[in-house]
């Protein structure tokens, strides 16, 4: 399929947002069950519904012709979707042209044998979702995971050059009580650490109000304890990031519950069966998979012009006894985190 060469018109949408980062879902599969994230029963798409990797790619293609400079693959667990690296090679052809980062969300399990391919394909840096460094309790969290396999993945991962932002969702009651050490872990490694507030998306396996921990809360008691220097550090993405004199490395927060981003989102998703959700609160999206395959490219640039004209404001994300049910019934998996 030969690639359609419109004259490249920037994604803007109605309040002047230039969108310049994508956020890929490449499957809803993942090797652990989060109880933050999923159920411990999911039904996952039937495979004929999922992109396939040369639809990605095109879909992704018009995206950078539009001016969108970064790709994050996430899933689910992106790395556990068969000859992935395929797909991390070809997305990789665009850096330098027109693409300024290829980036991975992922859990870290299945990093041990493919760290070096991802730093060959021109990744450079992952985050890797970990919230606990206590064996018994990561096996409790994620209802299946071995902290073993993440940690080895880690170290493969800094052995082939590639940089790591540590993910950690700050829960009440589940890990609060290690957040410090989890701090002190990453950047005595070179590692930054991001906390982030826990999203009523989908039914999992916690009680959300109950484990929910406003950030700002947290901020203040870190902030009695170490020097937090405020930067001006941007990656794309939502997180506000601080410098921790004491040790030397970066924190980020993220929250979209107690202070919501949505003034500066730069971001859209694209979910693994071609739905581009505009908002990760909110249900508005456009079917780019239904767009190309049943127009082409031009159907699929219409597509991105309709996207541009739906992206809402922002999300109104609330937990709270009286609205105890998820916001929305897709799970993060199904989205992309």
């Known amino acids: 399929m030969t690639m359609h060469n419109p004259q490249a018109r920037p994604l803007v949408d109605r309040y002047g947002r230039h969108i310049s980062y994508l956020r890929i879902s490449v499957t809803d599969r993942c090797d652990f069950r989060c109880v933050y994230c999923m159920a411990e029963d999911m039904t996952f798409l039937p495979k004929k519904e999922v992109l396939s990797f040369e639809e990605i790619d095109i879909i992704s293609s018009a995206f950078v012709k ?3 400079t970064r790709l994050r693959l996430t899933g689910g667990e992106p ?19 027109g693409l300024d980062e290829l980036t991975l969300t992922t859990n870290g399990s299945q990093l041990s044998k493919h760290a070096g391919f991802l730093a060959q394909a021109g990744v450079r840096r992952l985050n890797v979702s970990l919230d606990t460094l206590s064996p018994d309790r990561f096996r409790t969290i994620t209802r299946r995971g071995r902290l073993e396999d993440v940690m080895s993945g880690i170290d ?4 082939a050059g590639l940089e790591i932002k540590i993910n950690m969702v700050a829960m009440r009651g589940v890990n609060d009580d290690e957040i410090e050490p989890m701090m002190a872990w990453a950047h005595a490694r070179n590692m930054g650490l991001t906390l982030i507030e826990g999203m009523p998306l989908g039914e999992v396996g916690i009680d959300r109000v109950d484990t929910y921990l406003p950030l700002r809360e947290l901020h203040d008691r870190l902030s009695r304890r ?7 550090k941007k990656t794309g993405g939502p997180a506000r990031y601080v410098r921790v004199a ?6 980020g927060f993220i929250t979209p519950m107690s202070h919501n981003f949505c003034e500066s989102c730069n971001r859209v998703r694209l979910t693994a069966t071609g739905q581009l959700f505009l908002c990760l609160g909110q249900d508005d999206q456009v079917n780019l998979r239904d767009a190309l395959r049943d127009g082409g490219l031009p ?5 991105l012009d309709q996207a541009m004209l739906i992206k809402p404001k922002g999300h109104d994300f609330v937990i709270d006894r009286n609205r105890p ?3 929305l019934g897709r799970h993060m998996s199904v989205t992309g985190g």
């Open 66 to 68: 539009r001016g969108v």
């Open 79 to 97: 790395l556990v979707r068969r000859d992935i690296m395929d797909l991390v090679r070809t997305l990789g052809r665009h850096l330098g042209h």
């Open 325 to 327: 049910e998820p916001a």
């Open 246 to 251: 004491e040790t030397g490395g970066v924190l």
């Open 299 to 303: 159907a699929l640039d219409a597509a």
């Open 156 to 159: 493969a991962a800094q052995e």
């Open 226 to 232: 170490y020097t937090l220097e405020k930067l001006t």
